[in-house]
């Protein structure tokens, strides 16, 4: 069982940068690929990054690609969105998750993902 903590979240001015971390325990962290998810009221969940296992893939939507960026560090169980020149758009709450996937595989489908962190809000304001 793999439990994820996001943290980072809050209140920015359009234009400006926030750093969101998703810390992992209870698993091997390098056996699962990880995603970025945003849900605003009354749409979908949508990924907006993913990663694979070890740093070589990564995909980014096209609404967040050149502002966004996914990272992650396994020998710290993390992964990270650096997000920039940020939108009122932008505004949601962002889960990171996992999945187990093969080495250079990822996902950005919602429903393979096996395990959620408990979301974190993030607010642009204009």
């Known amino acids: 069982q793999v439990q994820l903590t996001e943290s980072g979240g809050g209140l920015v001015q359009v234009g400006g940068s926030l750093s969101l971390s998703c810390a992992a325990s209870g698993g091997t962290f390098s056996n699962y690929a990880m995603g970025w998810f945003r849900q605003a009221p009354g749409k979908e969940r949508d990924c907006v990054a993913a990663?694979?296992?070890?740093?070589?893939?990564?995909y980014h939507a096209d609404s967040v690609k050149g502002r966004f960026t996914i990272s992650r560090d396994n020998t710290k169980n993390m992964v990270y969105l650096q997000m920039n020149s940020l939108k009122p758009e932008d505004t949601a709450v962002y889960y990171c998750?996992?999945?187990?996937?093969?080495?250079?595989?990822?996902?950005?489908?919602?429903?393979?993902?096996?395990?959620w962190g408990q979301g974190t809000q993030v607010t642009v304001s204009s």
């Open positions: 998750a996992a999945v187990r996937r093969n080495l250079g595989d990822i996902s950005t489908a919602r429903e393979v993902y096996e395990y």
């Open positions: 990663i694979s296992r070890r740093t070589g893939n990564t």
